[in-house]
């Protein structure tokens, strides 16, 4: 069983940055693709972006394309997300996720491990 603990949340003005870590418990964390996913108020879950095994492959949701950026440390069992020129829409409950299966996965079907979330809210 894998545990993810997500942290680096909170609020930020408009045009602002934050920086979002996923710690990961267990030693097999380089045996999986990791995800970043976000809910806002009312909407359903979306894809943000996805980081294979060796962090060689990612792939974005075309919104954050340019600004957002993830990045893993498999020493660290940690996968982030810089997340830069932030907008009131990018206001939500993120949460990062963990999956075996495949090649940067992009659906949140394809993930088995999820963490709590943490809420980026953006000021306008």
């Known amino acids: 069983q894998v545990q993810l603990v997500e942290s680096g949340g909170g609020l930020v003005q408009r045009g602002g940055s934050l920086r979002l870590s996923c710690a990961a418990s267990g030693r097999t964390f380089s045996t999986y693709n990791a995800g970043w996913f976000r809910q806002a108020p009312g909407k359903e879950r979306d894809f943000v972006v996805a980081i294979s095994r060796s962090g060689s492959m990612t792939t974005y949701a075309d919104s954050v394309k340019g600004r957002f950026t993830i990045s893993r440390d498999n020493a660290k069992n940690t996968v982030y997300l810089q997340m830069n020129s932030l907008e009131p829409e990018d206001t939500a409950v993120y949460y990062c996720?963990?999956?075996?299966?495949?090649?940067?996965?992009?659906?949140?079907?394809?993930?088995?491990?999820w963490g709590q979330g943490t809420q980026v809210t953006v000021s306008s």
């Open positions: 996720a963990l999956t075996e299966r495949g090649l940067v996965p992009r659906k949140g079907s394809e993930y088995d491990f």
